[in-house]
Nanobody
Framework: QGQLVESGGGLVQPGGSLRLSCAASGFTFTVSGIRWYRQAPGKVREFVAS????????NDADSVNGRFTNSKDNANNTVYLQKNSVKPEDKAVYSC?????WGKGTLVTVSS
């Protein structure tokens, strides 16, 4: 049974940085692309970023382009989402998805 577990969420000030992690187990991570989504209070879930199985192809939503960096560590079965220049509208629960598996999410709160 595959599993994804996010971590790294918490409180960050506007303009600050935070790194989220998505740790995978139970499936062949090295051949799986991973996608990040987020859901803000009262809003629908939206796509944030994706990274290919080998980590060479990346896509970002326009809302985070240039501020968030996606990386994949196949040796440790982990994907990282580095969030820089965080804005109040980045407050959300961030979840990762690979194949049919979803993590439960990690909450990012933006406040001064």
């Amino acid at each position: 049974q595959g599993q994804l577990v996010e971590s790294g969420g918490g409180l960050v000030q506007p303009g600050g940085s935070l790194r989220l992690s998505c740790a995978a187990s139970g499936f062949t991570f090295t051949v799986s692309g991973i996608r990040w989504y987020r859901q803000a209070p009262g809003k629908v879930r939206e796509f944030v970023a994706s990274i290919s199985s080998g980590g060479n192809t990346k896509n970002d939503a326009d809302s985070v382009n240039g501020r968030f960096t996606n990386s994949k560590d196949n040796a440790n079965n982990t994907v990282y989402l580095q969030k820089n220049s965080v804005k109040p509208e980045d407050k959300a629960v961030y979840s990762c998805n690979g194949r049919q598996y979803w993590g439960k999410g990690t909450l990012v709160t933006v406040s001064s």
